[in-house]
């Protein structure tokens, strides 16, 4: 006898069943083949196992009709545990196994994070937040000061030493276990690119905060860590922390885009309500850098007239 019961639904066209028997649990992953493809979720899921990382097993597969059988992690997420007792221990398991992951990078083998891409997911914020979410129509001095920063800001990302990147290294995503904490998930999009992306996740979650002083002790373990691994960190931690932050600001700015773009292609509105915390990760990052302050301005002109049609971040 098999029950089965819904076990998570992403933003994408992917869901998630668990299927339990008398004796073990497992997960059902359904994934139209007309909207996705898990050929990539099979590789990765296999080449970040091998590097050491806790990804489900693939038990079966039948990618005719988009169906896999996986191993089960429960459903006690990272997101669901983490507080002021548990956190250093739960980012400390999850640093080990990123370092394990980027230890085992090899060009080619992954995507590229490269220009192109980067460029398309910054380009969502003005297509989906600015335009379609905020109903804003950019000036050309503002077009300008938008298309400098992006720039800018790419540049410092395409700088960055490269490595496997997970691309949703964050607390929804990685699942408390027993052995081998944490249970990787998500992963299907992996790319080869900037070294410092997965710690603004997870550092700069968009879910869940913490104190700054308390993010760069965790940043400086990883860094130490990640060193001693032979990683291509820089030398001086102070460089290592502004790239962070700069990568941090691409992907704040990429996701504020996503979310606009699941609230309205999409129907999904429960992402509203994490808006305001990775616009307030992104003004904070700009107020520190010279370079950004125009965008700063930007985005304080921006906010204004926000507030004139009548939304409340």
Excluded at 201 to 209: E, F, L, N, Q
Excluded at 287 to 302: T, V
Aim: negative net charge.
């Amino acid at each position: 006898m098999v029950g089965l019961d819904v076990a998570s639904a992403d933003a994408s066209f992917r869901r998630y069943y668990r299927a339990r028997t008398a004796t073990a649990s497992y997960i059902v992953m359904d994934a139209p083949p007309a909207h996705e493809d898990c050929q990539p979720f099979i590789h990765i899921a296999r080449l970040f196992r091998t590097a050491g990382a806790n990804t489900p097993e693939i038990l079966a597969e039948n990618l005719d009709e988009g169906f896999l059988l996986l191993t089960d992690f429960g459903n006690t997420t990272y997101l669901s545990v983490l507080n002021d007792q548990t956190a250093d221990r739960l980012y400390g398991d999850a640093n080990a196994q990123l370092v394990k992951i980027q230890i085992a990078s090899r060009p080619g083998v992954l995507p590229d994070y490269d220009e192109a891409l980067l460029r398309r997911e910054i380009m969502l914020f003005p297509d989906w937040y600015l335009t379609r979410h905020l109903k804003l129509e950019l000036s050309a001095a503002q077009r300008q000061v938008m298309d400098q920063t992006f720039a800018a800001i790419l540049a410092n990302n395409l700088a960055q030493p490269r490595v496997y990147v997970h691309r949703d290294w964050h607390s929804r995503n990685l699942m408390v276990t027993e052995a081998d904490n944490p249970g990787v998930l998500d992963f299907q999009d992996a790319v080869y690119g900037p070294i410092t992306y997965d710690l603004a996740s997870i550092y700069k979650d968009a879910y869940i905060r913490w104190d700054e002083d308390r993010v760069l002790d965790w940043l400086v373990r990883y860094w130490q860590v990640a060193r001693q691994a032979g990683l291509p960190v820089v030398a001086d931690f102070g460089d290592f922390y502004r790239d962070f932050e700069w990568m941090g600001i691409q992907r704040h700015i990429k996701v504020l885009g996503i979310f606009a773009r699941l609230y309205h292609r999409d129907g999904k509105s429960g992402y509203l309500k994490d808006m305001p915390l990775v616009m307030d990760y992104l003004r904070r990052a700009c107020e520190r850098y010279n370079a950004l302050r125009p965008f700063m301005r930007l985005l304080d002109e921006l906010t204004g007239q926000q507030a004139d049609v009548g939304y409340t971040f």
